[in-house]
């Protein structure tokens, strides 16, 4: 079972998904369309996905939850399947993404978590340095990728933390509640690549958004 988060990705999400059919042959993929305005729910239904769209933008957290509540039914199939969440701008290369499944398959842990091997884009590091501080405030966990958006997870895991932080505070929250539920979470490099924001205006903005996502996460997940 794959969950993929996309915004107006219509240009990106038809390769991520053929990745993903060819790296996990068999495998049921949910798009989470966050009210694209684009095309990207018709794109993906064309290339085999089911897809979960709401009628406005709700942020990532709130409209991931919602796909993840209409795959909750998968949860109790027996055997349970493993549950990866991934981004919908990963193009061709969400092929690699199959080491996640295999993690938890193999009972290396119970979380994996995609480290991307190469550094495309970004700021200043500052919003990275904060939601790594926030884990590792909140649970313990030093994390190397704090908001890497591409994890696979047991049955267990999907059950405890859905639902997701709202917003951008969706994986920070996601890494906390798994390891304060004694959950194994583990890191594995992966050769992925995204779109990136970078600096300039719109890249600002948007991690002055994850600022504040991370910050509530930070609050709410007060002992």
């Known amino acids: 079972m794959v969950i993929i988060a996309a915004r107006n990705e219509a240009d990106r999400i038809g390769a991520t998904l053929d990745a993903i059919a060819g790296s996990l042959p068999g495998a049921h993929l949910v798009v989470a369309d966050d009210a694209s305005g684009d095309g990207t729910s018709d794109v993906a239904v064309d290339h085999g996905a089911e897809v979960i769209s709401r009628g406005r933008p ?9 796909a993840c ?21 990963l193009g061709s290369s969400a092929a690699a993404l199959r080491p996640l499944v295999d993690a938890v398959r193999s009972g290396d842990c119970d979380l994996s978590v995609a480290v991307f091997a190469r550094r495309v ?18 649970c313990g966990f030093v994390a190397t ?45 992966l050769d992925l690549e995204h779109r990136a ?7 600002f903005i948007h991690r002055g958004r994850q600022f504040r996502d991370f910050t509530r996460v930070y609050i709410a997940r007060r002992r």
């Open 69 to 89: 509540d209409a795959a909750m039914r998968f949860a109790a199939q027996d055997p349970p399947p493993i549950f990866m969440v991934c981004d919908g701008d």
């Open 145 to 189: 990728a704090p908001i890497s958006g591409q994890r696979a997870m047991s049955a267990e895991v999907f059950r405890q933390v859905v639902p997701f932080a709202g917003g951008y505070g969706m994986e920070i929250g996601m890494t906390v509640d798994a390891i304060r539920a004694g959950f194994r979470v583990r890191e594995y490099e």
């Open 121 to 138: 884009g970004g700021g200043f590091g500052v919003a990275l340095r904060f939601a790594r501080w926030v884990i590792q405030k909140r």
């Open 58 to 66: 709700r942020g990532k957290g709130a409209n991931m939850t919602a």
């Open 197 to 203: 924001t970078g600096r300039s205006l719109g890249g």
